[in-house]
């Protein structure tokens, strides 16, 4: 099948014609994102393969379909970013990775966490500057702890596992309860006692209606003074203005984000010698206790393969009439 690629990086190229093991399909690599301006881009292709910033709404899933598009294969799980109503209208079929590697995702929210509960970006630079002194890099035992955890899907599930290895309690809030979880320790309970009763709150369900800013004014106003916030999720769980304010007034101790609600505009693009106009997220970056990554969650070997090779099966699944096993339809 002929494919055209969205936002494509570097190593989209290398790990997509690895695992297209004998050329059954054929890739056309554009840089630019998914738009409505860009659809125009579209030559022969049957299918479009996206990232986590590509747009798929009403509007361009329509130029889509009058481009002959017939497949929109996300290499990314969460799909907030495709309007599956306007691509069911348009009898476009939506197949995404549900699941690679949830290891890469809940490893990189610990290693938020624990990067910034002991300061290394600080003592990195200040080792590297000879200065060996040790105040302001003060940070506490993430042993016995309470861990709050939002969504214990695939990747929440592991980070829980992680936390009660760390020795922590970890209270859990999910529509589902996990029965596995349970058993191992952790103890479901209603949102309000996760904000009361945590020293850390990790953030792993998906954008929805129901979660867009799931951390706000007054969910912070219900947390413990100098609680660690973490989010690897997406952007929009997060009022990000609100959590810069309870940044100044010392009411969150730290965050380690690697999503930002407006991260589209940035993320996976280099700006460096350029002024970055989101004052958000500069101000954001000004906090000595906020530490910030660029999606790079799920960026490990392991992930990439998985990524590619669940793509490529989708897409061979849909081209010969098979069921798709990770289509994802609205509802
Ligand atoms: P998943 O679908 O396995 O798990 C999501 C969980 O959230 C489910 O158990 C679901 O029941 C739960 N959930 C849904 N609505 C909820 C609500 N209102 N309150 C509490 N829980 C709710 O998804 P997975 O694979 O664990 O991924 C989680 C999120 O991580 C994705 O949606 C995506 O946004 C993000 N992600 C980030 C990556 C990165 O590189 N930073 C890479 C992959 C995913």
């Known amino acids: 099948m002929n494919i055209l690629f969205f936002s494509t990086q570097p190593y989209d190229i290398t790990y997509f014609n690895q695992a297209n093991t004998d050329n059954t399909h054929h890739f056309r690599f554009l840089e ?52 599956l109503k306007a691509a069911a209208e348009a009898g476009m079929k939506v ?18 966490l624990l990067a ?19 105040s302001g890099l003060e940070g506490f035992d993430v042993y016995g702890k309470t861990v709050g955890v939002i969504g214990t899907g695939n990747i929440g599930a592991v980070f829980c596992r992680i936390m009660l290895g760390f020795g922590c309690k970890v209270l859990a809030h999910d529509v589902y309860n996990n029965q596995e979880l349970m058993e191992a320790g ?24 129901d979660t867009k800013h799931l951390i706000n004014a007054h969910t912070i106003h219900q947390m413990k003074r100098g ?13 990000t203005k609100a959590v810069v304010e309870a940044l100044k007034n010392g009411h969150i101790g730290a965050l380690g984000i690697d999503v930002y609600e407006q991260e589209e505009q940035l993320f996976f693009q280099n700006f460096s010698g350029t002024i970055i106009q989101d004052d958000v997220l500069s101000r954001l970056t000004t906090f000595p206790n906020v530490l910030v990554t660029a999606h790079q969650g799920f960026f490990t070997r392991e992930a990439l393969t998985q990524i590619a090779e669940t793509t490529l099966t989708n897409i061979a699944a849909f ?10 339809t609205q509802g």
């Open 95 to 112: 197949v995404r990775v549900p699941a690679y590697s949830p290891h890469a995702v809940a490893e990189h929210a610990v290693t938020l």
């Open 186 to 209: 952790v103890t479901y309970v209603a949102p309000e006692t996760i904000m009361a009763q945590s020293d850390i709150i990790s953030l792993h369900c998906p954008l929805t209606q």
């Open 319 to 328: 081209e010969k009439n098979e069921p798709l096993k990770n289509e994802i």
């Open 227 to 239: 609680v660690t916030l973490i989010n690897t999720s997406r952007g929009g769980l997060i009022d």
């Open 32 to 83: 630019y994102p998914l738009n409505e301006d860009n659809t125009a881009l579209i030559k022969d292709e049957t299918a479009v393969c996206i990232f986590v910033n590509d747009k798929a709404d009403a509007a361009v899933i329509r130029l889509l379909k009058e481009k002959g598009i017939r497949l929109i294969a996300l290499r990314c799980a969460g799909f907030n970013n495709v309007d």
């Open 116 to 134: 910034l509960n002991r300061k290394i970006y600080k003592s990195y630079n200040r080792v590297r500057d000879n200065n060996f002194t040790l």
